[in-house]
């Protein structure tokens, strides 16, 4: 089975993140492939939109740590190379490769949209959600941080709401995410396919050049944020190999309180 599947239809292009039995997680071959089908789009004149949403249960429930599972709680030896730097680099690679498409981009969620996929999200130009959709950053609270995330959640939704997110690992529904400006439009459950080809019809009275060339502009507004691709990938693989990492997954997976989280 292909986790990653795309669809033509005429100038729209829907990317589906296909894992159901994972709520789409993020595995490595998930998102090669969407680093890849941006790296074709980037070159096709004839696509003027494209949708990203997930198989039926979820948008994404974020990384799919299992490709980690031998390196969690394990440092390095000295002088090794640490192989979990280029994998979690991929990632930060394939969400500057979403900001750059020069179509537009839609996301079309319905159900969890969590960790690496609230990344996604804020790659989009328009956001459509349902009304049982939910929207999370919880990594902090397993020990890890957002790190590829993080620049793209802060220049989505500003400090103050990237600190909630990001910092506080807050949960938020689907009216709780618009107002936060994660999610544009909130629709009924059940209603999400007709939205999104009412949504699509609107945005292709747009000039194909005259969106790229906006967006080319918009992009260039990102060269004023530092690129912390490398930065994050070492981050990230230093906090799955430590102490703390290991207590916060492995009390997650037994459904118990983090070490390091007061009970009452």
């Given at each position: 089975?292909?986790?990653?599947?795309?669809?033509?239809?005429?100038?729209?292009?829907?990317?589906?993140?296909?894992?159901?039995?994972?709520?789409?997680?993020?595995?490595?071959?998930?998102?090669?492939?969407?680093?890849?089908?941006?790296l074709?789009?980037?070159q096709?004149?004839?696509?003027r939109v494209v949708?990203?949403?997930?198989?039926p249960?979820?948008?994404?429930?974020?990384?799919s740590?299992?490709?980690f599972?031998?390196?969690?709680?394990?440092?390095l030896?000295?002088?090794?190379?640490?192989?979990?730097?280029?994998?979690n680099?991929?990632f930060g690679?394939t969400?500057?490769?979403?900001?750059?498409?020069?179509q537009?981009?839609?996301?079309?969620v319905?159900?969890?949209?969590m960790g690496?996929?609230?990344?996604?999200?804020?790659c989009a130009?328009?956001?459509i959600?349902?009304?049982?959709?939910s929207?999370a950053?919880?990594?902090?609270?397993l020990?890890?941080p957002?790190?590829q995330?993080?620049?793209?959640?802060?220049?989505?939704?500003g400090?103050?709401?990237?600190?909630?997110c990001?910092?506080?690992?807050r949960?938020?529904?689907?009216?709780g995410?618009r107002?936060?400006?994660?999610?544009?439009?909130?629709?009924a459950?059940?209603?999400?396919?007709t939205?999104?080809r009412?949504?699509?019809?609107q945005?292709q009275?747009?000039a194909?050049t005259?969106?790229a060339?906006?967006?080319?502009?918009?992009?260039?507004l990102r060269?004023?944020?530092?690129?912390?691709r490398?930065?994050?990938?070492?981050?990230f693989?230093?906090a799955?190999r430590?102490?703390?990492?290991a207590?916060?997954?492995?009390?997650?997976?037994?459904?118990?309180?983090?070490?390091?989280?007061d009970?009452?």
């Open positions: 089975m292909s986790t990653f599947l795309t669809e033509r239809a005429g100038a729209v292009e829907r990317w589906t993140l296909n894992d159901p039995g994972t709520r789409n997680a993020l595995s490595d071959a998930m998102v090669l492939g969407l680093y890849e089908a941006c074709r789009a980037q096709d004149e004839t696509l949708i990203l949403t997930g198989a249960g979820a948008f994404s429930a974020g990384g740590l299992g490709r599972a031998s390196a969690i709680g394990q440092p030896q000295a002088g090794e190379d640490d192989p979990l730097i280029a994998l680099r991929v690679d969400l500057h490769a979403l900001c750059a498409l020069p537009l981009l839609v996301a079309a319905d159900g969890p949209a690496g996929g609230f990344g996604l999200l804020c130009d328009h956001v959600a349902t009304e049982s959709s929207f950053t919880p990594e902090v609270t020990g890890l957002p790190a995330i993080a620049p793209f959640v802060w220049q989505r939704l400090d103050a709401a990237a600190r909630q990001l910092l506080q690992g949960s938020y529904n689907a009216e995410a107002a936060l400006g994660l999610v544009d439009e909130v629709v459950d059940g209603s999400l396919d939205a999104l009412q949504r699509v019809l945005m009275r747009a194909p005259a969106v060339s906006t967006k080319r502009l918009l992009q260039r060269t004023d944020v530092p690129d912390l490398s930065e994050a990938a070492i981050a693989a230093s799955l430590s102490p703390e990492a207590g916060g997954l492995a009390a997650f997976a037994k459904k118990q309180p983090a070490p390091w989280a009970t009452p």
